[in-house]
Nanobody
């Protein structure tokens, strides 16, 4: 499956950014993960194929919203109240694994190239 992210950039703390990911295949659970400098890649959010169920990392709950528009083959990550610690490369990823809670990095088998998000203090 081919995944292409867009929408990263530089924003001040407290600001918002919207990321998009176009996918060539819809029959996957779609997720967003991130990797900060010097840190391991971590799960951020995921959404099921129908969009009915979403899951989030505790660090972003209440601030980030994942959604998908299957008619446009696109998954979105709306990020609000951004913090400097949200600075990372954000990756779109796909999996056939369903979990009711958090996902691990190893659950995802297909990845986009990543988009940089930088939050200044």
């Amino acid at each position: 499956v081919r995944l292409v992210e867009s929408g990263g950039g530089l924003v001040q703390a407290g600001g918002s950014l919207n990321l998009s990911c176009t996918t060539s295949e819809l029959s996957y659970v779609m997720g967003w993960l991130r990797q900060a400098p010097g840190k391991e890649r971590e799960f951020v959010a995921a959404i099921t194929q129908t969009g009915r169920s979403q899951s989030y990392a505790d660090s972003v709950k209440g601030r980030f919203t994942i959604s998908r528009d299957n008619a446009k083959n696109t998954v979105y990550l709306q990020m609000m109240s951004l913090k400097p610690e949200d600075t990372a490369v954000y990756y779109c990823a796909a999996t056939f694994t369903y979990r009711s809670g958090s996902y691990s990095v190893g659950d995802f088998g297909s990845w986009g190239q990543g988009t940089q998000v930088t939050v200044s203090s």
